[in-house]
T-cell receptor, first 117, second 114 residues
Framework: AQTVTQSQPEMSVQEAETVTLSCTYDTSESDYYLFWYKQPPSRQMILVIRQEAYKQQNATENRFSVNFQKAAKSFSLKISDSQLGDAAMYFCAYRSYFQGGSEKLVFGKGTKLTVNP | DADVTQTPRNRITKTGKRIMLECSQTKGHDRMYWYRQDPGLGLRLIYYSFDVKDINKGEISDGYSVSRQAQAKFSLSLESAIPNQTALYFC?????????????FGQGTRLTVV
């Protein structure tokens, strides 16, 4: 079974600075998807960024980017120019590539990000 | 209107009571899921369904049951609520056949069992 580990329960960053959230995962599969979800105080789960394992290029969405190291099974999220609105819980998640019973998302325990003004 | 709607948004119930959490979606997705979120534990899968005739247990299904009444509706029941079922519950949908690799979540239901 796949597992996802987020080793940082809490992180803090100064507004306008850069912060990196860590995520490692364990799987025997070669093809899969990885995600970062954001959960603000409104508790809505919002997709931040997605990475397909077969793509070598790291995904980027505006101020959010990932460092995907497939061999190391590492998937970190970098937030540049942090804003107060980035304060939230961030969850790393894994999904198998193959269909037919394996589309479940497996989540890490989350990292609470605080942004200081 | 939200694509995935959960009702109620908040609920307080007493130990031993039966309670149903409802989820409906307008995305037309086949896959529907119920997750439970606890502080420090992330989201854990309770049940999932790939179509009306397909129901599967997740990692923490004990004490819960589900019903897929239609493609768009997936309800979660607690037959006899207990305090350690106090949590935030999420319904989610996905449809990999349409190229949607991610899950789409409802707003969550905060359930408190006293």
């Amino acid at each position: 079974a796949q597992t996802v580990t987020q080793s940082q329960p809490e992180m803090s960053v100064q507004e306008a600075e850069t912060v990196t959230l860590s995520c490692t995962y364990d799987t025997s599969e070669s093809d899969y998807y990885l995600f970062w979800y954001k959960q603000p105080p409104s508790r809505q789960m919002i997709l931040v960024i997605r990475q397909e394992a077969y793509k070598q290029q790291n995904a980027t969405e505006n101020r959010f980017s990932v460092n995907f190291q497939k061999a190391a099974k590492s998937f970190s999220l970098k937030i540049s120019d942090s804003q107060l609105g980035d304060a939230a819980m961030y969850f790393c998640a894994y999904r198998s590539y193959f269909q037919g019973g394996s589309e479940k998302l497996v989540f890490g325990k989350g990292t609470k990000l605080t942004v200081n003004p | 209107d939200a694509d995935v709607t959960q009702t109620p948004r908040n609920r307080i119930t007493k130990t031993g009571k039966r309670i149903m959490l409802e989820c409906s979606q307008t995305k037309g997705h086949d896959r529907m899921y119920w997750y439970r979120q606890d502080p420090g534990l992330g989201l854990r899968l309770i049940y999932y369904s790939f179509d009306v005739k397909d129901i599967n247990k997740g990692e923490i299904s004990d004490g819960y049951s589900v019903s897929r009444q239609a493609q768009a509706k997936f309800s979660l029941s607690l037959e006899s609520a207990i305090p350690n079922q106090t949590a935030l519950y999420f319904c989610a949908t996905s449809d990999p056949n349409r190229g949607n690799t991610e899950a789409f979540f409802g707003q969550g239901t905060r359930l408190t069992v006293v």
